[in-house]
């Protein structure tokens, strides 16, 4: 069975830090990333990594968040650093498959005082 499991997401302060995790299991990837979804907005690209090592970061979150896997593992990390209000969402892991795309059931990231 094909899952993605998220973990990490919590409530921060402005300027703080945060970790997500993501537990692949049944496949390994051609591309996982992350995505997010606040409210009242569409889903949008956090950030993407091939199993070439390419990344693609959205444009708000470049500089701030990095994205790292661990093949043996079959885990995939997303560090997030000078967290702002306007990065509260839910925060989705993805998985590309022989044409098909896989999504976690997401993690909430709540950026506050």
């Known amino acids: 069975q094909v899952q993605l499991v998220e973990s990490g997401g919590g409530l921060v302060q402005p300027g703080g830090s945060l970790r997500l995790s993501c537990a692949a299991s049944?496949?390994?990837?051609?591309?996982m990333g992350w995505y997010r979804q606040a409210p009242g907005k569409q889903r949008e690209l956090v950030a993407i990594?091939?199993?070439?090592?390419?990344?693609v970061y959205g444009d708000s979150v470049k500089d701030r968040f990095a994205i790292s896997r661990d093949n043996a593992k079959n885990t995939l990390d997303l560090s997030m650093n000078s967290l702002l209000p306007e990065d509260t969402a839910v925060y989705y892991c993805?998985?590309?498959?022989?044409?098909?795309?896989?999504w976690g059931q997401g993690t909430q990231v709540t950026v506050s005082l």
């Open positions: 993805y998985g590309f498959h022989e044409g098909r795309n896989y």
């Open positions: 049944g496949i390994m990837f051609r591309i």
């Open positions: 990594l091939t199993s070439e090592r390419k990344t």
